[in-house]
């Protein structure tokens, strides 16, 4: 608090610090982990961040990754085409990768985060379709009936 000069907020500043407790404890795992940062950024942000996970561990593996020449796909791996979605672990215990559609990819990639862990599956495109339409796996917008994204 010695960058705050003003009484005022000094005070104000201290509220809040007490109050902090009451809210960290509900995430402190996510406090410790070196991926609670990632929980911090904007959504728009967290799926960017996914992909270059990916691509990193991907690449440090080995694997010949590298973008997208089109919005179809987010990587070329060894070639094939991927799209790669994104989760971290939610308050009730489950990864939770949305947005996925029918666009020109082989496989989805999807990496789940958790504070000190990660889950990761790949998930042929003709698996994704057969789950999304018996219902295994839930369109996003429009309910059971929605066909844009699941």
């Known amino acids: 608090m010695s960058r705050i000069s003003d009484p005022d907020v000094k005070l104000l500043a201290t509220f809040a610090a ?3 407790a009451d809210y960290v404890a509900e995430d402190d795992d996510w406090t410790c982990s070196p991926f609670g940062w990632i929980k911090t950024r904007p959504s728009r942000q967290v799926g960017v961040i996914g992909e270059k ?5 991907l690449a440090a593996k080995g694997f010949d990754v590298t973008r997208s020449p089109d919005s179809q796909a987010d990587r070329l791996i060894n070639g094939k ?3 790669v979605k994104f989760s971290t672990l ?3 215990g489950f990864y939770k990768f949305q947005q996925l559609r029918n666009q020109n990819y082989d496989f989805a990639v999807c990496l789940g985060i958790s ?3 990660a889950h990761c599956w ?3 495109k003709s698996t994704v379709l057969e789950q999304w339409k018996k219902g295994g796996i839930e369109s996003q917008h429009g309910g059971r009936a929605g066909t844009d994204t699941a």
């Open 53 to 57: 996970l990916i691509a990193g561990f």
């Open 18 to 20: 007490e109050l902090h």
């Open 81 to 83: 085409r991927s799209e």
């Open 122 to 124: 790949v998930i042929p």
């Open 90 to 92: 939610w308050k009730e």
């Open 115 to 117: 504070p000190f862990d």
